[in-house]
């Protein structure tokens, strides 16, 4: 049970890992968009990470599992950044205000590119993880071989 649990762990981490990434490109893409179909410039999103508490056989043995209480990795939510768009001074653009000013996205590339960095390596520390696990589990079944 110990080698199952622990692939769903990875499983659920690598998943939301995987999604947190998607959100991060999603914003690198739109770092530029003035116009949005909700209207205004894009706003950056943030994923949030939390514990999944995974429960494989339901409450028939929920008091066992609270021993052996096994968690995971999930996608709490997808926010949007509250903080302020970044005005330009650009009268020709065709999204200026009466001023001039055309208001960007709060999105930073280089925050964003090393939030990459920091998930890319989370995802390939969780491969890692789920690879020894499944390599281990391999090995325990050819002993009686």
């Keep these: 049970m110990a080698f199952l649990s622990s692939l769903n762990i990875g ?3 690598l998943s939301a890992h995987k999604t947190k990434m998607n959100i991060i490109a999603q914003n690198i893409a739109n770092a530029n968009t003035t116009r949005t179909e909700g209207g205004g410039a894009y ?9 999944d508490n995974i429960n494989e056989f339901g409450t028939v043995l ?4 609270e021993r052996y209480r096994v968690s995971g990795v999930m996608v709490a939510g ?3 950044d509250p903080a302020p768009l970044k005005p330009v001074y650009n009268p020709s653009h065709p ?10 996205p709060n999105v930073d590339t280089v925050a964003e ?13 969780n ?4 690879n020894s ?5 391999s090995n325990a079944l050819n002993i009686g071989k």
């Excluded at 590119?113 to 520390?125: F, G, L, N, P, Q």
């Excluded at 491969?127 to 789920?130: G, H, Y």
């Design 11 to 13: 499983g659920s981490a």
């Design 43 to 51: 706003r950056r999103k943030i994923a949030t990470l939390a514990e």
């Design 62 to 65: 929920e008091d066992e599992q």
């Design 78 to 80: 997808i926010v949007e």
């Design 95 to 104: 999204d200026a205000d009466e001023n001039g000013y055309v208001m960007l």
């Design 113 to 125: 590119m090393v939030d990459m960095i920091a998930t890319s390596r989370s995802y390939e520390a």
């Design 127 to 130: 491969v890692t993880a789920f």
């Design 133 to 137: 696990l499944k390599l281990m589990a």
